[in-house]
C-alpha cells in the first residue's frame, strides 16, 4: 500500500489548548505521526511517498474561499497584532453563537478567529496553515492513487481534519482531509462515495459537509455526544437532509464499550455501505478507540486493529485510508499500522 506523508506536519505544533477548565500541553503534537511512520516503516508495508501539488480549487470543493484566505494569513494578522504574539499560539476566545450574525466578516482579529472555529482546544500555530495544506495535499494523493487504480492508499498526516467544517476549525483539525479525498475521487468520475468515520469522536466537520448530498454517504462509530466531544452532533436521529436524506449514519456508543459491541456496530455501517452502492471508500481512521486513549472512552486493544482492517479489506471496496485522532501516543504507531498491515 502507498502511503503519503506529510514531511512538513511538524511546523503545527501547539504549546497549549484549553481542557477541562485549564490550559494544559496539547495532546495533538507531531510525535503521533512519528511514531505511524517508523512503524511502516520497521514492518515495510510499501512505498512512503511525498504528496502530489493541488491548487486552490481542490480545497474549495470543500471549504469556503473566504475561510481558506483566513488560515493561509491568520498567522501574520496575529503576529502584526504584536510582534510578541511571534511566541504564543493564537486560541479563539469569542463565537457569533445563537441570534448573533455570522455573514459579516468582522475587522478585528479576534472576532474573524472566533467566526471560524468552534472551541478553545485548537491552537494556531506559525507553521499551521503550512502543515495542514500539506496534509490535505497527503488526502487528496492518496484518493487520487486509489481513483487511478490502486486498491487502497494511506494518508498519513497531522493536524487530523474530520472535525473541520467548510468554514470553521475546531478538534485539532483545520482542514477535512477525509471530505477532499471524497471529493477528489468524485471529481475523478466515481458517482457514488463513502466515508466511514471510525474515530472515538463524532466526525460533525465531515456530516456538515456533505449531509445534503445524496452522493457521499458519511457514516460515524463514536462516543454517544450526550457525554462525548464534540457534543452537538453525532446522535443517531441525524439521517441526512433535502437530497441527502437517508445518507447519513450516526452509531453513538457510551463510553466502556468494548471490542465485540463496537465491532457489530462498524458492521451495520459497512452493510449500510454496501446498500448505498458506494463505489470507493474513505475511512476517518482515528485509533483514540484504544483502551488507553488519555481523552477517550472505548476500550479496544491492539490486536483489535487487525480484525479492524481485515474487515474493512473484506468490504472490497478501494479504500482511502485517512490517519486522524488516537492520543496514546506510544501505542498509536502500532494501532494505526495494525489497520494497514491488515488491509494489505
Given amino acids: 500500500m502507498k502511503t503519503f506523508y506529510n514531511h512538513l506536519h511538524a511546523q503545527h505544533q501547539g504549546q497549549y489548548e484549553m481542557f477541562r477548565g485549564a490550559l494544559v500541553p496539547c495532546h495533538e503534537v507531531p510525535a503521533r505521526a512519528d511514531h ?119 494518508a498519513l498526516s497531522r493536524p487530523p481534519g474530520h472535525h473541520a467544517g467548510m468554514d470553521f476549525f475546531g478538534g485539532y483539525c483545520f482542514l477535512n482531509n477525509a471530505a477532499l479525498a471524497a471529493e477528489q475521487l468524485r471529481a475523478s468520475g466515481l458517482e457514488r462515495v463513502a466515508v466511514l468515520d471510525v474515530d472515538y469522536h463524532h466526525g460533525n466537520g465531515t456530516q456538515a459537509i456533505f449531509y445534503e448530498r445524496p452522493d457521499v454517504f458519511f457514516a460515524s462509530i463514536h462516543g454517544d455526544p450526550r457525554t462525548e466531544y464534540p457534543f452537538f452532533l453525532g446522535y443517531a436521529d441525524e439521517k441526512g437532509a433535502g437530497a441527502g436524506e437517508g445518507s447519513n449514519l450516526n452509531l453513538p456508543l457510551p463510553r466502556g464499550t468494548g471490542f465485540a459491541e463496537w465491532f457489530v456496530a462498524l458492521e451495520t455501517a459497512l452493510a449500510d455501505i454496501q446498500k448505498f452502492g458506494a463505489q470507493a471508500l474513505v475511512v476517518s481512521l482515528g485509533v483514540d478507540t484504544f483502551a488507553g486513549d488519555p481523552i477517550s472512552g472505548f476500550k479496544l486493544q491492539s490486536d483489535d486493529y487487525l480484525r479492524v482492517g481485515e474487515r474493512l479489506r473484506r468490504a472490497g471496496l478501494p479504500t482511502v485510508l485517512v490517519f486522524e485522532g488516537g492520543y496514546a501516543v506510544a501505542e498509536v504507531g502500532i494501532n494505526a499500522v495494525n489497520v494497514v498491515q491488515a488491509f494489505a
Avoid: I
Avoid at 483566513?70 to 510578541?84: I, N, Q, R
Avoid at 474573524?112 to 496553515?129: E, K, N, Q
Fill in 36 to 154: 505511524v511512520l517508523a512503524e511502516l516503516q520497521r514492518r515495510k508495508l510499501g512505498e512512503v511517498l511525498a504528496p502530489t501539488a493541488f491548487d486552490a480549487s481542490a480545497l474549495e470543493r470543500v471549504h469556503s474561499a473566504r475561510y481558506l484566505h483566513f488560515l493561509e494569513h491568520a498567522w501574520s494578522e496575529w503576529v502584526a497584532l504584536d510582534p510578541a504574539n511571534a511566541t504564543r499560539d493564537a486560541l479563539p476566545s469569542v463565537w457569533p453563537t445563537r441570534t448573533l450574525r455570522s455573514d459579516v466578516l468582522p475587522d478585528n482579529f479576534a472576532a474573524r478567529m472566533g467566526l471560524f472555529s468552534y472551541d478553545a482546544g485548537t491552537p494556531l500555530t506559525g507553521g499551521t496553515w503550512v502543515a495542514a495544506r500539506a496534509g490535505a495535499e497527503c488526502a487528496l494523493s492518496a484518493a487520487q492513487a486509489v481513483a487511478q487504480g490502486e486498491q487502497a492508499a494511506f
